[in-house]
């Protein structure tokens, strides 16, 4: 009974996904929407189940996708497939929505990586040519456009913007990982509110003002540092590593900044209204404030802050 339930569920899930996923190919002007809810059926089902079955539906989906819909099918649903399978498997071993959150975005980024790989290998496209040339044609626009709001803008100023972007391509392997995390933060999200609707649980997200990272976060930041600062040679992967490792464990501890922000304004009894402010202070003076924050952040991970505002509170 349970066996033939379990089938007739991994059905109804493979279903749904290519139902959502053909929605998302030939409909453009809802599938961008629709994109972010493709792990949801892959999470709930493997959530209910485990990752064995869960594995079974994935690689039906995959078969079923390559055969009903486009080849981009394929890439699409590995990626979803095993960010969805990481995030209900952590789910299913009843993990703490942070920790959940953290395993699917590991299974987001691995799809990711795949897919970037696959795409270079057996397509031939160059994601740091196609990002360099994006780049290229932005600066070309800004160009123009501030030629024909501004009178034009001066060669300093066109040589400090593009010297400002001109990293970006070799910050790819962080904009996977950034992805993947929001992927994994969004379908999680979903998937609680269907599973919440389907079995009158009351899974959720904890505050943002809880949000914690671990200790050894700061020793990734700081071996980061060390290391962008001890290679000079921009050629060098070693390079390449330790920008991209500092980009991602830096914005981390922003993140975290922001929170303590959340958590001080809580623990103090003050508006909401005054970190809400911090945030949007923090992004429109970027030079000054979001160093502050981070190194807020530092601070509280390192010291335990909100363990001290606790001791002062009692």
Avoid: C
Avoid at 285 to 309: A, K, N, T
């Amino acid at each position: 009974m349970n066996d033939s339930r379990r089938i007739t569920e991994g059905a109804l899930m493979a279903g749904l996904y290519l139902l959502l996923l053909l929605v998302h190919i030939f409909l453009p002007f809802i599938g961008a929407f629709v994109l972010i809810a493709l792990p949801v059926p892959f999470i709930v089902y493997t959530y209910k189940h485990g990752w064995k079955p869960g594995a079974i539906v994935f690689i039906a989906s995959i078969i079923l996708s390559s055969l009903m819909a486009t080849i981009y099918s394929i890439p699409v649903t590995i990626l979803m497939g095993l960010g969805g399978m990481f995030t209900g498997w952590a789910m299913h071993q009843k993990r703490n929505a942070y920790e959940t959150w953290a395993a699917g975005s590991i299974g987001f980024i691995i799809g990711l990586v795949i897919v970037f790989a696959s795409s270079q290998l057996l397509f031939n496209v160059s994601w740091t040519e196609t990002v360099q040339t994006t780049i290229d044609q932005a600066l070309r626009n800004a160009e123009t456009m501030l030629n024909n709001f501004g009178g034009g803008a001066s060669e300093e100023q066109l040589a400090l913007l593009e010297e400002q972007v001109s990293s970006w391509p070799d910050l790819i392997p962080s904009m996977l990982a950034f992805v993947g995390i929001g992927l994994a933060f969004i379908g999680q999200w979903l998937s609680y509110k269907m599973i919440n609707r389907l079995e009158q649980t009351k899974l959720s997200f904890p505050a943002f003002r809880d949000f914690r990272l671990p200790l050894s976060l700061l020793w990734y930041y700081f071996f980061a540092l060390i290391l962008d600062l001890v290679i000079t040679d921009t050629d060098s992967i070693w390079n390449l590593a330790a920008i991209n490792l500092f980009t991602l464990t830096g914005s981390l501890i922003l993140l975290q900044g922001f929170a303590f922000i959340f958590y001080y304004a809580h623990i103090k009894g003050k508006s909401k209204a005054l970190p809400i402010t911090a945030v949007v202070l923090s992004f429109l003076f970027p030079m000054i404030l979001l160093y502050l924050v981070r190194i807020l952040g530092i601070i509280d991970i390192g010291f335990s802050l909100r363990e001290r505002l606790n001791g002062n509170k009692k």
